[in-house]
């Protein structure tokens, strides 16, 4: 008698197989190496895909983003010199850059820098959007950035807080 591997098997372990092979091929796609200085436009969206925004730098190069929101915590730029060659490859969404965005940006520059935000929302207390955007801080504590942007479409202000969690008795 010739048996199916794993047809006759209990639904039970069947299914802990499944979840098995399934950690191990995310495991596999989550060994991500960014792209190298040096590497042209076409290697690199070869390896990154498209990217979401393209902005023209002052040095007639280019800046690619790459978000991961709005679920994710990391947007990525990648700088290319006048020749399309990588400069750098940055992860930018983080406490340093948010905290050092300049007062007074316009909505097109905060765009340009983060892309889209996690979501937008309105406060009493504020007259315009607050754009909030996910990120890691550097304790790998999840955080929200809160970016003020006023009726004008330029930043007002800037504000952290934890990102709740669903045990979190204060998202309640």
């Known amino acids: 008698m ?3 591997a794993g047809k006759h098997w209990p639904a039970r372990l069947r299914a802990g197989a499944v979840a098995l092979l399934t950690c191990i091929t995310l495991a596999g796609c989550a060994s991500f190496s960014p792209p190298e200085r040096g590497e042209s436009t076409t290697q690199v969206q070869s390896r990154m ?3 979401m925004n393209v902005i023209t730098l002052p040095n007639g190069g280019q800046r690619w983003l790459y978000s991961t929101l709005p ?4 947007v990525h730029h990648a700088d290319f ?5 990588l400069v750098s ?3 930018v969404l983080d406490f340093m850059h ?4 300049p007062i007074g940006s316009t909505r097109r ?3 340009d820098f983060y892309g889209p935000p996690y979501e937008i929302t309105e406060v009493a207390s504020f007259k315009g959007k607050v754009w909030t955007y996910r990120f890691m801080d550097d304790m790998n504590l999840r955080r929200l950035g809160h970016l003020h942007i006023d009726e004008e479409g330029r930043l007002a202000k800037v504000m952290f807080t934890d990102e709740p969690t669903a045990d979190d008795f204060r998202a309640f």
């Open 2 to 4: 010739t048996r199916t």
């Open 71 to 74: 679920m994710g915590r990391e």
């Open 89 to 91: 490859y940055t992860q």
């Open 81 to 85: 010199d006048a020749a399309g060659q």
């Open 109 to 111: 520059q905060v765009l």
């Open 98 to 101: 948010l905290s050092r965005t």
């Open 49 to 51: 895909g498209a990217p």
